[in-house]
């Protein structure tokens, strides 16, 4: 891997992550772009002991723009984006329209690859380890950012998830301040250790492996499973089997096989509705990474990595979370009244049953 720091027109910075040793990037950004002006800043909920990101200047943002337009293309054929170069492998950058800034934290846009109409389950294994190295790479930066508590790399796929810009892409929050997701699991760490003595992350990948029934996938360094009291209709935990708490501390072989791991869960959740959106019920299920007449599934993948200065940091895990607010064809999970208003997810769809699914739709 070959990476290569440099600088957009308004100051932004942009690193651009090859495969190639011999890649050059030299290309300037030359659009008559403003200095970046954000008004982010994070207020603390006193009754529920959260906090929130203030971002008014994100009202501004790009949103839907036609492919011809895309921000995240390389500039070819007279037309400027986001990227000078005209091809990347791998290209990450400060956003322009930021959620955390300053002193609030950090935004960045990845972008996976400079195919528009791609997708992550698309990629290559090659290319999906070279993901894999710029979010650890980015991780191992941000990390040392002064006040940086948590750093988060995730992806955000469909219209139906709210995606603005079509293109691949994730992102990546660097949080002034511990989520409140992850201090739950803090919480209920110690907890667990309090009263038996071991790891509740171990404990729940050894309790998932002995009943079987809700393993999607395992390979020697990985498993997949549905969890137990999944809160989505298809959502799967994606665990190395040697427990680290981020992702700089993945060995050789776990980041060897990450890319069959991953990238074989993305395609089956891309034909977990195959014959539910048209045609017979499996239909093209081995037909390449994506079914043959299947709309993508929209869905959100998020990576749970130990905050920095967590007491006991090394009793976190690192994984995955990857789950779709699709609940059949057709049909989406809203965030009604029980989920949205008290914070208890109704799930229609048993874990079982949607592990049994994606069993299913494994591919040849």
Same mark, same amino acid.
């Given at each position: 891997?070959?990476? %290569?720091?440099?600088?957009?027109?308004?100051?932004?910075?942009?690193? =651009?992550?090859?495969?190639?040793?011999?890649?050059?990037?030299?290309?300037? +950004?030359? #659009?008559?772009?403003? !200095?970046?002006?954000?008004?982010?800043?994070?207020?603390?909920?006193?009754?529920?002991?959260?906090? &929130?990101?203030?971002?008014?200047?994100?009202? *501004? #943002?790009? =949103?839907?723009?036609?492919?011809?337009?895309?921000?995240?293309? !390389?500039?070819?054929?007279?037309?400027?984006?986001?990227?000078?170069?005209?091809?990347?492998?791998?290209?990450?950058?400060?956003?322009?329209?930021?959620?955390?800034?300053? +002193?609030?934290?950090?935004?960045?846009?990845?972008?996976?690859?400079?195919?528009?109409?791609?997708?992550?389950?698309?990629?290559?294994?090659?290319?999906?380890?070279?993901?894999?190295?710029?979010?650890?790479?980015?991780?191992?930066?941000? $990390?040392?950012?002064?006040?940086?508590?948590?750093?988060?790399?995730?992806?955000?796929?469909? *219209?139906?998830?709210?995606?603005?810009?079509?293109?691949?892409?994730?992102?990546?929050?660097?949080?002034?301040?511990?989520?409140?997701?992850?201090?739950?699991?803090?919480?209920?760490?110690? @907890?667990?250790?309090?009263?038996?003595?071991?790891?509740?992350? +171990? +404990?729940? &990948?050894?309790?998932?492996?002995?009943?079987?029934?809700?393993?999607?996938?395992?390979?020697?360094?990985? &498993?997949?499973?549905?969890?137990?009291? *999944?809160?989505?209709? =298809?959502? &799967?935990?994606?665990?190395?089997?040697?427990?680290?708490?981020?992702?700089?501390?993945?060995?050789?072989? @776990?980041?060897?096989?990450?890319?069959?791991?991953?990238?074989?869960?993305?395609?089956?959740?891309?034909?977990?509705?195959?014959?539910?959106?048209?045609? /017979?019920?499996?239909?093209?299920? $081995?037909?390449?990474?994506?079914?043959?007449?299947?709309?993508? %599934?929209? =869905?959100?993948? @998020?990576?749970?990595?130990?905050?920095?200065?967590?007491?006991? #940091?090394?009793?976190?895990?690192?994984?995955?979370?990857?789950?779709?607010?699709?609940?059949?064809?057709? /049909?989406? /999970?809203?965030?009604?009244?029980?989920?949205?208003?008290?914070?208890?997810?109704?799930?229609?769809? !048993? !874990?079982? *049953?949607?592990?049994?699914?994606? #069993?299913?739709?494994?591919?040849?």
């Amino acid at each position: 891997m070959k990476k %290569t720091t440099t600088r957009l027109a308004d100051g932004r910075e942009l690193i =651009y992550y090859d495969l190639r040793d011999d890649a050059v990037r030299d290309e300037r +950004d030359h #659009r008559p772009l403003d !200095p970046v002006a954000t008004a982010s800043e994070i207020r603390h909920d006193r009754l529920l002991g959260d906090s &929130v990101a203030i971002a008014s200047h994100r009202q *501004a #943002r790009t =949103y839907h723009p036609p492919a011809d337009e895309c921000p995240l293309c !390389p500039s070819r054929d007279g037309r400027l984006s986001e990227i000078p170069a005209p091809d990347y492998d791998v290209a990450v950058f400060e956003n322009r329209f930021p959620s955390l800034a300053g +002193d609030s934290g950090r935004c960045e846009v990845v972008c996976f690859t400079p195919d528009h109409d791609a997708s992550f389950a698309d990629l290559t294994e090659e290319q999906a380890a070279l993901v894999l190295e710029a979010w650890t790479d980015r991780t191992a930066e941000l $990390s040392q950012l002064p006040g940086v508590e948590q750093v988060f790399c995730f992806e955000n796929r469909g *219209a139906e998830i709210g995606v603005t810009l079509g293109h691949p892409h994730g992102q990546i929050y660097a949080y002034p301040f511990i989520t409140p997701r992850t201090e739950r699991m803090l919480t209920s760490l110690a @907890a667990h250790r309090e009263a038996t003595g071991g790891n509740l992350f +171990d +404990d729940t &990948v050894a309790d998932e492996l002995a009943d079987g029934r809700r393993i999607v996938l395992e390979g020697e360094h990985w &498993v997949a499973f549905v969890p137990y009291a *999944a809160h989505w209709p =298809y959502e &799967v935990h994606l665990y190395p089997k040697r427990r680290v708490p981020d992702l700089l501390a993945l060995d050789e072989a @776990a980041r060897t096989e990450f890319p069959q791991i991953y990238l074989e869960v993305l395609r089956r959740f891309d034909r977990i509705f195959v014959g539910r959106d048209g045609g /017979k019920e499996g239909e093209g299920a $081995s037909r390449g990474p994506r079914a043959a007449g299947a709309a993508r %599934t929209p =869905y959100i993948a @998020a990576w749970h990595q130990a905050p920095l200065s967590a007491e006991r #940091r090394e009793d976190f895990a690192l994984h995955l979370e990857l789950f779709t607010i699709r609940r059949t064809s057709g /049909k989406l /999970k809203f965030l009604a009244g029980s989920e949205s208003g008290m914070n208890v997810f109704i799930n229609d769809v !048993p !874990p079982e *049953a949607a592990a049994e699914r994606l #069993r299913e739709v494994a591919s040849e």
